[in-house]
């Protein structure tokens, strides 16, 4: 059996809470009765069906989606936040202790205090590291949740009772709810320990057998297809190697059993275990670099002014430039001649170390007290000694992150004004999860983050370009204000136009960016201006979405404001921009060229400032689209994007993501090839190819993931492409299958 005596305290919660909520509807936290239909179909209208896609946090969009919900579904939703982060190691205690808080307060009742599901034995021995998909898409695994328990308490108590007596049916009873998440494997754990793994990726179950099992052949081909079939040849595995090893606790994961299954990946077993896995997350996180703690002068005093002026610096002035000390006994020597004690010690290690040892790339943590952390930064520059300095001369400069709000732990930290702390991996570990847990304890997502600083260097290390021609479209947006990247699907074009912006911008800043997608139905009133009924029967004249940039970027006329138009060629560009066409152009932006508007108001008049940039994207395989007209052609500056198959970065990004090298190879052979016979066909060309994108997995893929995607992205494209010659259709996707 995969029980140990790490995951005691977890199952047995799960199973107090199988009880008072999987079967009699209860509570988990409480005596009202929450786990119902009506609580879960409350969740459904207001979360299911209410799809926020803004780029803020989720716990933000959450706040929103269920405001109008009754109390009781916001408290429900706290307990299914519980059963998510359950199985979770990769998340401290107390973090879980606060998003379960948080949501459940919303009702507007205080969550109990001391209860057992909320105790440190719970919420602090997690089991699994899930990876990053885990709480990524962590909406689409609620969503799973919300959903299957919508028909679950549909169900008899007595059938409930049935399927929980069945590892097996209840297996199915999940396999039958559609769409297959993380959550199906954990909640099998949590519920049945004696038959499941406590492994949420059907891939690792999947080499784990075939490395161990003397697996079907008919298991080997259908992968991780047939779920149900892959737990019971993963449980055949464990029986036999249980019988081996009557007296071990074994894990897969341990590094010598997942050096069988996973050679590559064996020497950082112990970050997906959890535990011991602090020196595999700091090489993770961090690589080489060390990890310092400073103090910004007593009491951090000094905190504004060192993010104000992106440095680090320490004091000492009186010992003036500390790079002319040959060593660090000539520093301490100096400071007992300026009368800082009989040894100082620490002051002369700080001190040296802030010159010699410190060195570019390195992090930096910012402390106030023994226990305030108020946020971290990257170390960009040499030391520099500025005489120019009132005070604090010798200075480093430092790309600065604060925390949203300082971070205070119960461990103490030391008094120096310069630690190394790169030895105290755990500490470490503790402290950058509190600040990537982000505002009100919700993780960040992409562009939700406000203006982290972003540069040519964090876009390459993205994207599947040669540095030359993402620095082209960079520069072309600049000088011309106007750009349209095209190509045919799939080739990344929203993924690049979003870095192109940051890029312009220097800074992930979401609220400088705003993207819409062009119809045939999208008129003038949407984008630019128009009338709109009121509820009173009337009417009232309304901004459309370009006009409200327009006046967001006039007010902030120092930043870069990048307007993404996805699908431009899908609308009817001249009746969308209407007069707005001339005032498009680079040389006719600002206040000078203002002209009036349809709608406006006698003597109002509109010009585009110029600190707005427009980026278009453009489908160059859409058949029943025009040919974008002159008129708006010669606006905008145009760049060519094409698959990246034959791409170095293509092909690494493939095997980072742990797929074999035998499929990354396919991959690349066969949609190269693909792609040569639809450049050939004098119907197609190069504009129908079929993009990379379709073949960058969200999460870890295999062999099946190829197949899918190849059934059910690919197929169809080609289908269309070829919708008179049904036979060459299916020659060509066998060669991709095979």
Known sequence: MSRTSRAAAVLDAAARWKQSCLIEGGSLFGEEKL?????????????????????RSFLEKLRDQLAPAPPEAKRLWAEVTWVYYLIVNSVRGVTKLDRIRTVWEWSEVALPEDHWALGADVLDNGIVHPGRGYSGHQWRE???????????CRQSVGERESLLRDPWLFAEYLDRQGDRRQIRHALLYLLFPDEFEPIMAPQQKHQIVLAFGDAPDELADSGETDLVRLDKALLEVRRRIAEERPDEEVSFYDKGMRSVWQPDAAQESDVDRGGEGDDAWYASRFGTVDVWVIAPGEGARLWAEFLDAGVAAIGWDYLGDLAEYDSREAVHDALIANGAGENPLMQSLAAWEFVHEVAVGDIVLAKRGRSVILGWGKVTGEYVHDPERAEYRNTRSIRWHPCDAPIEFGSKITTKALTRFTPYKPWLRSVFESMDAGPNGGEQEDGAAGQDPYDLAKAMSDLFLEEGQFSRMVDAIALHKNLILQGPPGVGKTFIARRIAWCLMGCKDSRAVEMVQFHQSYAYEDFVQGWRPTESGGFTLRSGVFLEFCKRAQADLDRPHVFIIDEINRGNLSRIFGELLMLLEADKRGREFAIPLTYSPAGERFGIPGNVHVLGLMNTAD???????????????????????????????LLEADLETGLVNRIVRNLSELNERIRDDKDLGPGFEIGHSYFVPEESADEQWYLDTVETQVAPLLREYWFDKPEQVHELVEKLRS
């Open 35 to 55: 786990w119902t239909s009506e609580h879960f179909g409350e969740l459904q209208t207001y979360f299911v069906k209410r799809t926020d896609e803004s780029k």
């Open 142 to 152: 609620y969503r799973f949740l919300v959903t299957m328990m919508l028909d679950w």
């Open 623 to 653: 058949r029943s689209l025009a040919i974008v007209d002159y008129a708006l052609r010669r606006r905008f500056a145009f760049e060519w994007l094409g698959p990246a198959y034959g791409t170095r970065q293509f092909r690494e990004h």
